[in-house]
Every structure is written in structure tokens, then in C-alpha cells.
Nanobody, 120 residues
Framework: QVQLVESGGGLVQAGGSLRLSCAASGRTFSRYFMGWFHQAPGKEREFVAA????????YYADSVKGRFTISRDNAKNTVYLQMSSLKPEDTAVYYC?????????????WGQGTQVTVSS
């Protein structure tokens, strides 16, 4: 079992930055791919970024490449999403998730989400 708790969301102006954190419970954190997803009102949840267990490989949605950076600190059981050059269309609830399989699928564990609002 993995429990995930996100933090760091808030209100920011367009062009600004935020860093989201996701703290995980458990002793096997480094065995999991960790991903960030977001869901805007009335839309389906979408993939944002993912990182391998070691942190050596990262994956991004085209819409955030060059603006967002995912990283992890396995000693702290925490994954981060540094978001820069934010746009109003980035407004959504952001969720972190853990997958034992791959960055593409198998996300069995989810956090409760944190709201990010970008004003124009």
C-alpha cells in the first residue's frame, strides 16, 4: 500500500511558478514510477509528467515540455512538480500517482489532489 499526499497548489498569475510536492508513505517508494496528472472542470484527467523509480528517466506531455520539471527525492519519499511559465489553461486539480509497472499505465495509488489556479 502507498498513501500519497499532495501539497503546494494555489493561485498564481499567468507567467508565474509553483512547485507541487507529493509525499508518499511506505518503504518501497523507489520501486514505483511516479506521475502527475491534472483534471480541469468538465474534462477528463490527463497525464502531465512521470519519473522512473531512480529518477533517471522523465516523461512529459507535449503541453508542458520546457515549462514543467518532475523530480523525486527517494530519501524523503517525495516527488515534485516544478511548474513555470504557467498559463490559464494549466488551471486544474493536480494529482500524483504511483505505478509499479511503467510510466504509461498501472497507476494504482492516487493522492487526493491539489488545486492550481492560474489567473490571466
Amino acid at each position: 500500500q502507498v498513501q500519497l499526499v499532495e501539497s503546494g497548489g494555489g493561485l498564481v498569475q499567468a507567467g508565474g511558478s509553483l512547485r507541487l510536492s507529493c509525499a508518499a508513505s511506505g518503504r518501497t517508494f523507489s520501486r514505483y514510477f511516479m506521475g502527475w496528472f491534472h483534471q480541469a472542470p468538465g474534462k477528463e484527467r490527463e497525464f502531465v509528467a512521470a519519473v522512473s523509480g531512480s529518477g533517471g528517466s522523465t516523461y512529459y506531455a507535449d503541453s508542458v515540455k520546457g515549462r514543467f520539471t518532475i523530480s523525486r527525492d527517494n530519501a524523503k519519499n517525495t516527488v515534485y512538480l516544478q511548474m513555470s511559465s504557467l498559463k490559464p489553461e494549466d488551471t486544474a486539480v493536480y494529482y500524483c500517482a504511483a505505478s509499479p509497472l511503467s510510466w504509461l499505465s498501472g497507476y494504482d495509488y492516487w493522492g487526493q489532489g491539489t488545486q492550481v489556479t492560474v489567473s490571466s
